[in-house]
């Protein structure tokens, strides 16, 4: 059966445990610009790195009884990818159809405190449920609201970011993530390669590789091997200049390696996930 309409990205999510603060700190010494910190209905507290039409996200729980288990189950580092939607009833009707797993529409909101007031920007998600060989959380967001993510005053990042275009999956058996992407998107949306496949998103893409793969493209900038059979690596992000993006790494104290063509962020530098540049 056909699957949803071709898929865009809309934003990764890393995982910062109860680290919050101390990740805060870190990205912006990655030189991201992130939004006011905000706190969600679910119980999770988060900051945004937003570019042009998707955005980073840095996630921590709220301790107390509406903590969000599965972020606190979930080891640091990039745990999240969101596809967009602008139907989310559409897209449970047809992953149910599909025989996925898959939770209802789950509607939530966070206060956004604007110098005309304060806002609520509201989201339906859409999550595959365990069950699935996902190598982290996947879900479907349907912004309500979009004019409170996307602003400009928040596009502006003092190392030249963009938007992302890759994230890269570790896996053990690519083939399963290749089946679970056609069963999502359909055949066309999937791309396959001697040692993996990539999942089409618009401007962007989602690589599967090999372990071995990873670790020949980002050497020691990968995450360490920690047994998982999945692991969400890394993120590629398009930069209007590595010069910039060096000054303000420089600026930070981050401890990056540039090579030809891209300037790598070890994952030890930025909460579990490696982070590269590209022009």
Same mark, same amino acid.
């Given at each position: 059966?056909?699957?949803?309409?071709?898929?865009?990205?809309?934003?990764?999510? !890393?995982?910062?445990?109860?680290?919050?603060?101390?990740?805060?700190?870190?990205?912006?010494?990655?030189?991201? @610009? +992130?939004?006011?910190?905000?706190?969600?209905?679910?119980?999770?507290?988060?900051? +945004?790195?937003?570019?042009?039409?998707?955005?980073?996200?840095?996630?921590?729980?709220?301790?107390?009884?509406?903590?969000?288990?599965?972020?606190?189950?979930?080891?640091?580092? +990039?745990?999240?990818?969101?596809?967009? @939607? /602008?139907?989310?009833?559409?897209?449970?009707?047809?992953?149910?159809?599909?025989?996925?797993?898959?939770?209802?529409?789950? /509607?939530?909101?966070?206060? !956004?405190? #604007?110098?005309?007031?304060?806002?609520?920007?509201? %989201?339906? @998600?859409?999550? #595959?449920?365990?069950? &699935?060989?996902?190598?982290?959380?996947? %879900? %479907?967001?349907?912004?309500?609201?979009?004019?409170? !993510?996307?602003?400009?005053?928040?596009?502006?990042?003092?190392?030249?970011?963009?938007?992302? !275009?890759?994230?890269?999956?570790?896996?053990?058996?690519?083939?399963?993530?290749?089946?679970?992407? @056609?069963?999502?998107?359909?055949? /066309?949306?999937?791309?396959?390669?001697?040692?993996?496949?990539?999942?089409?998103?618009?401007?962007?893409?989602?690589?599967?590789?090999?372990?071995?793969?990873?670790?020949?493209?980002?050497?020691?900038?990968?995450?360490?091997?920690?047994?998982? &059979?999945?692991?969400?690596?890394?993120?590629?992000?398009?930069?209007?200049?590595?010069?910039?993006?060096?000054?303000?790494?420089?600026?930070?104290?981050?401890?990056?390696?540039?090579?030809?063509?891209?300037?790598?962020?070890?994952?030890?530098?930025?909460?579990?996930?490696?982070?590269?540049?590209?022009?």
């Amino acid at each position: 059966m056909p699957g949803l309409p071709l898929p865009v990205f809309d934003h990764a999510v !890393v995982n910062l445990r109860e680290r919050i603060d101390a990740g805060e700190a870190i990205f912006r010494r990655l030189g991201f @610009t +992130l939004t006011p910190r905000g706190f969600h209905t679910l119980g999770s507290a988060n900051h +945004l790195a937003v570019f042009a039409t998707d955005y980073l996200e840095i996630l921590s729980p709220q301790f107390g009884a509406q903590a969000r288990q599965e972020i606190l189950a979930a080891p640091e580092g +990039l745990n999240a990818l969101a596809f967009g @939607t /602008e139907d989310s009833a559409a897209a449970y009707a047809t992953l149910q159809a599909a025989g996925l797993p898959v939770g209802p529409p789950l /509607e939530f909101s966070r206060p !956004v405190v #604007l110098a005309q007031g304060t806002r609520n920007a509201v %989201f339906r @998600t859409v999550r #595959l449920l365990p069950g &699935t060989n996902a190598p982290g959380r996947m %879900f %479907f967001c349907h912004h309500l609201t979009r004019d409170l !993510v996307w602003r400009d005053e928040w596009r502006r990042h003092p190392n030249g970011a963009l938007g992302i !275009v890759r994230a890269v999956i570790a896996s053990r058996n690519p083939t399963g993530l290749a089946t679970l992407f @056609t069963r999502m998107f359909g055949a /066309e949306a999937v791309r396959h390669r001697a040692d993996g496949c990539s999942l089409l998103l618009g401007l962007a893409a989602c690589d599967v590789t090999t372990p071995e793969g990873m670790r020949a493209a980002f050497a020691d900038a990968a995450p360490p091997d920690d047994g998982r &059979t999945e692991l969400m690596a890394a993120l590629t992000l398009r930069t209007s200049s590595l010069d910039r993006t060096a000054t303000a790494l420089a600026a930070g104290g981050v401890a990056a390696r540039r090579e030809p063509g891209r300037i790598l962020v070890p994952a030890t530098e930025a909460c579990g996930v490696t982070l590269e540049f590209v022009p």
